[in-house]
């Protein structure tokens, strides 16, 4: 998520804001990888609400986090009202799917040791 929020500072400076947000909303899924650790920043927030409000009944959202979802709240940051828009977009009709277990990473790390 970093990098889309440094593309959206980029194309806020340079004028293209409003087309990367309709290019974003017209994907049919957009997959917003390595949700967190990070409380996002006011502008970061508000950006976030734009693309979720646009894909609401559009398109597929694809969230990845390492960060328990009880966590999320806190993590979107300190404004309460736009954390509770964004979470109402992104938990109506959605399907959660929990992993457990070790890191395909460190399996793999470890197959290589041996």
Same mark, same amino acid.
């Given at each position: +998520? ?5 593309? $959206? @500072? ?8 409003? &087309?990367?947000?309709? !290019?974003?909303? &017209? ?5 917003? @990888? @390595?949700?967190? =650790? /990070?409380?996002? !920043?006011? /502008?970061?927030?508000? @950006?976030? $609400? /734009? %693309?979720? /409000?646009? &894909? ?18 806190? +993590? %979107?940051?300190?404004? =309460? !009202?736009?954390?509770?828009? %964004? ?12 992993? !457990? ?6 399996? &793999? ?6």
């Amino acid at each position: +998520m970093p990098r889309l929020f440094a593309a $959206l @500072d980029l194309a806020r400076s340079d004028g293209r804001y409003s &087309r990367l947000l309709r !290019t974003l909303a &017209r994907a049919k899924l957009l997959v917003l @990888d @390595d949700w967190g =650790p /990070e409380a996002l !920043t006011g /502008e970061q927030q508000r @950006d976030l $609400l /734009e %693309i979720v /409000e646009d &894909r609401y009944d559009a398109g597929s959202l694809l969230i990845t986090s390492q960060v328990p979802v009880e966590n999320w709240y806190a +993590m %979107i940051g300190s404004l =309460p !009202t736009l954390a509770d828009a %964004i979470l109402d977009r992104v938990v109506h009709n959605a399907y959660r799917i929990s992993l !457990t277990g070790e890191s395909l990473r460190k399996t &793999r790390h470890t197959q290589a040791d041996t």
